[in-house]
């Protein structure tokens, strides 16, 4: 079974540009949530999905980011302007089940740094 | 409301040595957790988790938790680490209608 795949694994963008990252979740899991870990803090929350519907958006920073999940199979997430404070490691996720009683398997992470 | 605090940004142990990795949390309700390791620039991978029965649990690569719920407590331990386990080691917990919560990550070294 193939894991959580996330592109790109690293990306430098100058402050006020566009990144967009992706995330295709372990097949047949309807579950995907967005985490991201600023350097030295700890990992939080951003958004869960299930299947293509936003089920818990709370954890997004401001309105300069933007997720979808088109179809229910992978997903982005849009930074729009990018500002310095966005940099970090992007984490994926997904999961079978609601609560991850079985487990949430994670990407390798995008790490993004604005400059 | 659930958080989760990890003692010990660093830990350093000799190969060979007790890994003890300290993971306490705070939950309304009987939550499930986990522990999960990030290797060098790898994503994070499942070591094992707690959701119900057993309080003492068996992950991979020779790693355990007890779940003690009067300490409210999940440290992971290991009897005798290895060069490989030193990576970066993070206590999560999760409550029904709630969110995966991290602690903020326990960096560990073996040395020779």
């Known amino acids: 079974e193939a894991g959580v795949t996330q592109f790109p694994s690293h990306s430098v963008i100058e402050k006020g540009q566009t990144v967009t990252l992706r995330c295709d979740p372990i097949?047949?899991?309807?579950?995907l949530y967005w985490y991201r870990r600023v350097m030295g803090k700890e990992i939080k929350f951003l958004l869960h999905?299930?299947?293509?519907?936003?089920?818990?958006e709370s954890g997004m920073p401001n309105n300069r980011f933007l997720a979808e999940r088109t179809g229910g199979t992978y997903s982005t997430l849009k930074v729009q302007p990018a500002e310095l404070e966005d940099s970090g490691v992007y984490f994926c996720?997904?999961?079978?089940?609601?609560?991850?009683?079985?487990?949430?398997?994670f990407g390798q992470g995008t790490r993004l740094t604005v400059v | 409301a659930q958080s989760v605090t990890q003692l010990g940004s660093h830990v350093s142990v000799s190969e060979g040595a007790l890994v003890l990795l300290r993971c306490n949390y705070s939950?309304?309700?009987?939550?499930?957790l986990f522990w999960y390791v990030q290797y060098p620039n790898q994503g994070l991978q499942l070591l094992l988790k707690?959701?119900?029965?057993?309080?003492l649990v068996k992950g991979i690569n020779g790693f355990e938790a007890e779940f003690k719920k009067s300490e409210t407590s999940f440290h992971l331990t290991k009897p005798s680490a290895h060069m490989s386990d030193a990576a970066e080691y993070f206590c999560?917990?999760?409550?029904?209608?709630?969110?995966?919560?991290f602690g903020t990550g326990t960096q560990l070294k073996v040395e020779l």
């Open positions: 707690y959701t119900t029965g057993a309080t």
């Open positions: 097949s047949g899991h309807d579950n």
């Open positions: 999560a917990v999760i409550q029904p209608r709630n969110k995966l919560t």
């Open positions: 999905f299930v299947k293509e519907s936003k089920q818990d």
């Open positions: 939950s309304s309700v009987p939550p499930y």
């Open positions: 996720a997904s999961s079978q089940d609601f609560w991850g009683g079985r487990g949430f398997s």
